[in-house]
């Protein structure tokens, strides 16, 4: 290959992060117009890391790497190591120095500890394809060393469980929480407290609006009127019972109302939003101008119910629908559901104007917390962290059961114990009669319970040996390897470098009968994982470039501006070099000699930190007004990510022109 000068270097270097920045820049927009969803967000989310990535990774370790690789693998793992290492050692430095608010310690170790090695540096080797420098095979060949990066990250984040790091952050907070009340947390539930107060009142004044009895008694028969206002003095006289009482029409509104709008009560609080405006969210824009400011709730259902506006109610016209009339009080509730809500007020228009209105306002980090926050799981111990989550999500919701639904294993445990001594009873106990398998435990047939009492002991003593050894962590491991991105690579490395398993996918020496095309059996399986594959990228940068317009900054503690300056500057600058050096000098024992190699090994080091942190820390943030840890992350990622065009241009020119001798 001819040398080129120095510019054409420079243009090489930048063009594929051009084209990196424009992809994060559509994902930006698409989200800072609400188009994709912090919902629609995390299915994607959950697509790519439950089905894309894990094709992407297993066609590029197969197609690409062989038994021969074993070095550069071997490498490459201990490279990663390094890394991880060189990045924990700059955070620690960097709270030794800048004096790291206590706020956001472990979320700065994790920000040093882990850096994007999927999305960045995939995209940018497979934009350098075209044979300027790197050839295709070279280009698939980095790749598959970035997918080894990424396998091993994962490893130690996910089966290492060191994804929990972020969430010692908030135990220090709940710990300071409890000793000193927080007179912001106190007004907010003050706040609450009226809130309710005014709501019992203004549902009395609904009741007893006299205007509404005036206008049924001018349409009702006296009989159904009656009954009507005795279900209305029983309503206000029985206090927390007489709610099954109260007409339906009032009742779905009053569903309406508190499904709506009183179950984010802190976020009502705190915005200071009344009901009556709340409430004209759902009406006509032309029925604004007769609600008053000063309106009350009775007001704004006298708006529902006017004719001009949808509300041909039974208060405006006679007790009858299509040609029935009503003459009881069930009949009457009935024709009050139905007549006296307009079309508009139906759970279903509610909800897609809910979501026009999320779609119409700015996208807030406030909406990534409430989509993953589980902090009240945790607290209510139905979330146990020490336990894997759930394996098809990017971040699980609930813990993994690795049981069967048939048997549940309390149900065993209490099958197979003795009330006396607490020991387990054996199999020739309950093969002889004995004991019986309990009626709890479903059995399809008789011939079950034998299989079902040596299944249910052996599972009871595997589970009391773990607890007894402390083996808890081994089996979180294991289980983590069951999740479709760590199966997807661990399979692809086997297959990989064993000749004969690879052979059964793509062209190699050994020789294995071929299919009628002249290709391998599995060759397919080939084509399906690189059809599907090939979305992984694009879609990681969209969803990067999503996260990024939802951060925002509210308020930081003191002194954090100079920490994120230094851990950018040591990350995006000191980093590289460290990884320069390295890279040479893996090349001067000989450890690491392709090009592509070196190349991919100074990009990988030239990261910034990893952007899952983001919503590992919405996994701990509770929901509500503040949420420090994840303004001081806002903060640093967007300071790096400013920074990130200039030193990445810098370092690969040079790895360019200096490393590889283009």
């Not at 060189?86 to 620690?92: C, E, H, I, R, Y």
Request: aromatic letters at 10%; one cysteine or more.
């Amino acid at each position: 290959m001819s040398s080129i000068d120095l510019g054409a270097a420079i243009y090489i270097a930048i063009k594929p992060i051009l084209k990196i920045y424009s992809i994060i820049f559509v994902g930006y927009l698409l989200a800072r117009y609400n188009i994709v969803t912090t919902e629609i967000a995390r299915g994607i989310s959950n697509m790519v890391v439950n089905a894309i990535l894990p094709c992407l990774t297993f066609n590029k370790i197969v197609t690409n790497l062989s038994w021969h690789d074993i070095k550069e693998i071997g490498v490459i793992v201990l490279s990663a190591i390094v890394l991880f290492a060189v990045g924990t050692a700059l955070s620690l430095l960097t709270n030794y120095v800048a004096k790291t608010p206590k706020e956001w310690f472990w979320g700065l170790v994790f920000a040093g500890l882990f850096p994007n090695i999927s999305d960045l540096p995939i995209a940018y080797v497979q934009s350098m394809d075209n044979g300027t420098v790197f050839t295709e095979d070279e280009s698939n060949k980095g790749v598959a060393y970035s997918c080894i990066f990424l396998t091993v990250q994962s490893f130690l984040m996910m089966n290492f469980g060191l994804w929990r790091l972020v969430g010692y952050d908030f135990e220090k907070a709940d710990d300071d929480s409890d000793s000193i009340p927080d007179d912001s947390d106190r007004v907010a539930n003050n706040n609450i407290k009226d809130k309710n107060d005014d709501y019992m009142e203004t549902t009395s004044e609904i009741i007893k609006n006299k205007e509404l009895n005036e206008r049924l008694d001018e349409n009702l028969p006296n009989k159904t009127l009656h009954d009507e206002q005795s279900a209305m003095d029983n309503t206000i006289s029985h206090g927390q019972e007489t709610f099954d009482t109260v007409p339906e029409s009032l009742r779905s509104i009053d569903s309406l109302y508190s499904s709506e709008f009183l179950n984010n009560e802190a976020d009502s609080a705190h915005d200071n939003v009344s009901r009556v405006e709340s409430l004209q969210l759902f009406i006509p824009e032309a029925a604004h101008k007769r609600i008053p400011s000063t309106s009350t709730m009775s007001d704004v259902f006298k708006t529902f119910s006017d004719p001009l506006f949808g509300g041909s109610s039974a208060y405006d016209q006679p007790s009858r629908i299509d040609g029935q009339v009503f003459q009881n009080n069930t009949n009457l509730k009935q024709m009050h559901t139905f007549s006296s809500i307009p079309s508009y007020m139906s759970v279903g228009s509610l909800r897609k104007r809910r979501t026009s209105k999320t779609r119409s306002r700015k996208p807030s980090i406030n909406d990534v917390i409430e989509e993953y926050s589980a902090v009240d799981r945790i607290k209510t111990g139905e979330l146990d962290l020490s336990k894997p989550l759930t394996l098809t999500e990017d971040i699980g919701t609930s813990n993994v059961n690795i049981v069967r639904a048939d048997v549940k294993m309390h149900d065993l445990e209490s099958a197979y114990q003795k009330d006396d001594d607490s020991q387990i009873h054996s199999f020739e106990e309950i093969k002889n009669g004995v004991h019986n398998v309990p009626s709890n435990v479903e059995t399809e047939n008789s011939s079950d319970a034998e299989h079902y009492a040596i299944k249910g002991s052996l599972k009871i003593r595997v589970n009391n040996f773990i607890r007894e050894h402390k083996l808890e962590w081994l089996v979180y491991i294991a289980i983590n390897f069951c999740r479709p991105a760590s199966l997807g690579a661990l399979l692809g490395i086997i297959c990989a470098l064993v000749p004969y398993l690879k052979a059964l996918f793509v062209i190699t020496y050994v020789h294995v009968h071929l299919a009628p095309d002249g290709e391998p059996v599995l060759n397919f399986l080939m084509d399906f994982t690189a059809y599907i594959g090939n979305a992984c990228i694009p879609l990681g940068l969209l969803m990067l470039g999503g996260t990024l317009a939802r951060l925002e900054i509210k308020s930081l503690p003191k002194g954090f501006m100079k920490t994120a300056v230094m851990l950018t500057a040591l990350k995006l600058a000191l980093t590289p070099v460290i990884g320069v050096a390295w890279t040479n000098k893996l090349a001067d024992l000989n450890w690491l000699e392709n090009r592509i190699g070196r190349f991919v090994m100074i990009l990988t080091f030239s990261m910034p930190s990893a952007t899952a942190q983001v919503y590992f820390t919405a996994f701990y943030t509770p929901v509500g007004p503040k949420h420090v840890q994840m303004d001081c992350l806002s903060v640093f990622f967007l300071m790096q990510y400013c920074v990130l065009f200039i030193s990445l241009s810098i370092v690969l020119t040079y790895a360019l022109k200096v490393n590889l001798g283009v």
